[in-house]
DNA sequence: GATACGTGGAT
DNA sequence: TATCCAAGTAT
């Protein structure tokens, strides 16, 4: 790759070091008191960086410490239960990390001893590990002067050279990533790419930064040349697509819940939650489904009269029964509560309707047995030791509140 | 190479 | 409230 084809002008050998000088010398006395940064376990270190991925540092060292408890190896974390597992990571968000880290504990068992692998090839091609990650724990626990190139370096890197190209573009990594290796300090490989990290995180931030603060500040072209606020160039996002759905919230006469656990998605894989049954009756995502509902009534929420859609016109409770092979009685009243979770990628509008299964029907056995699901009754006491995402709590916490105001009545 | 994949904090 | 964003990877 020719960096000038980028309209980057590389620095001379000497202004380089005067970088790495200056960029550690602030590090020394300015770095973040981070768990991880107390140990060279590569294990511990690893943790730390795919916990770290896409997520606030606050957030994470609660769950870092936690997980060194209860999965203190390579070994505990291959032979860990998945409910375990998820448990672990409730919470955190991109779930499908932790069961990378699973696999990738279990190939370390098969493939490397039990040990974590020295080179960088050998650490990139575990499940879940991609290029900076694989960067990131060669150099701070190998010392291999290889860069740990993330949002911060891009940003940060954007603005020493007044990098044009678009640091949301997963293409355009490898352009940062070969600035980054002639910058990086082989001597102090994980020091150097951490420094740059903290820098980016705090003063070099994306909104608000402080450049007059910056230690390397006069290396910074951006800075010297009053563009700050035009790097780094980055597409805004798209807008989470609206999806409606409707839950199911079904006792039986033991007041046990229906739970059901996730194994055809995706998103949110592994996690139990009630029945949910996507609505397709078109509503307008720009009205607030609140308002909305207020027009509505239990047969129009409950029937799935969308044009051109799967089983157009039969009522999403009678779809119910079929698919989970129960006649509960459906509750008369629109008590019905609403939900709302923003993902990334989906934003969706739960609405929740209730029903009650007497024990004397004869369909209750047939409940557990039905093809391609994964079905439960479940105690409410018995909650606890189930890993829920948001979405299930926050149904739980509505269902909760309905109850609470009922005795008040 | 564009999209899927979570959550919560800041503004 | 709406939007952005935070130590990315897999497909």
Same mark, same amino acid.
Do not use: A, F, L, T
């Given at each position: 790759m020719n960096l000038e084809d980028y309209g980057v002008d590389m620095w001379s050998t000497e202004k380089i070091e005067d970088f790495r000088s200056k960029l550690l010398a602030w590090y020394d006395h300015n770095k973040r008191d981070l768990p991880w940064r107390h140990t060279k376990d590569p294990y511990a270190i690893w943790v730390s960086e795919i916990m770290s991925q896409q997520t606030r540092l606050d957030t994470v060292i609660p769950y870092y410490l936690r997980f060194l408890q209860w999965f203190p190896t390579i070994e505990s974390l291959a032979n860990a239960p998945q409910d375990k597992l998820l448990k672990a990571w409730e919470g955190l968000g991109y779930y499908s990390r932790v069961r990378n880290m699973q696999q990738a504990a279990q190939e370390m068992m098969d493939k490397f001893q039990g040990q974590f692998p020295q080179t960088y090839e050998e650490i990139l091609s575990l499940k879940g590990i991609g290029p900076y990650t694989a960067g990131a724990v060669s150099s701070i626990a190998f010392d291999l002067p290889q860069p740990a190139v993330d949002g911060n370096l891009m940003r940060v890197i954007s603005r020493l050279f007044e990098v044009e190209a678009d640091i949301g573009d997963p293409a355009n990594r490898k352009i940062y990533q070969e600035i980054a290796e002639q910058l990086i300090d082989p001597k102090r490989p994980g020091d150097f790419n951490q420094a740059l990290m903290d820098l980016g995180a705090d003063i *070099? %931030? +994306?909104?608000?930064?402080?450049?007059? *603060? %910056? +230690?390397?500040k006069e290396f910074s072209a951006a800075y010297l040349h009053g563009t700050m606020d035009k790097y780094p160039v980055k597409k805004p996002k798209k807008k989470p697509r609206a999806v409606r759905f409707q839950a199911f919230i079904i006792q039986n006469e033991e007041g046990h819940y229906l739970l059901e656990k996730n194994i055809h998605s995706d998103l949110l894989s592994g996690f139990w939650h009630f029945p949910i049954m996507e609505n397709y009756q078109p509503f307008d995502s720009q009205l607030d489904l609140f308002s909305a509902n207020q027009e509505g009534h239990f047969g129009l929420v409950a029937e799935n009269i969308g044009h051109d859609y799967p089983n157009q016109g039969i009522p999403l409770t009678s779809q119910f029964e079929k698919h989970y092979n129960l006649r509960p009685s459906w509750?008369?009243?629109?008590s019905v509560a609403q939900i709302t979770h923003v993902f990334s990628h989906q934003k969706w509008y739960l609405d929740l309707t209730f029903g009650s299964i007497d024990?004397?029907?004869?369909n209750l056995q047939l409940c557990t047995q039905v093809a391609d699901k994964e079905v439960r009754w479940v105690a409410k006491e018995d909650f606890d030791s189930y890993a829920f995402a948001k979405p299930q709590q926050k149904m739980w916490q509505s269902i909760q509140q309905l109850e609470k105001n009922k005795k008040r009545q």
């Open positions: *070099e %931030s +994306p909104k608000n930064p402080r450049p007059e *603060e %910056s +230690p390397v509750q008369e009243e629109i024990s004397s029907d004869e």
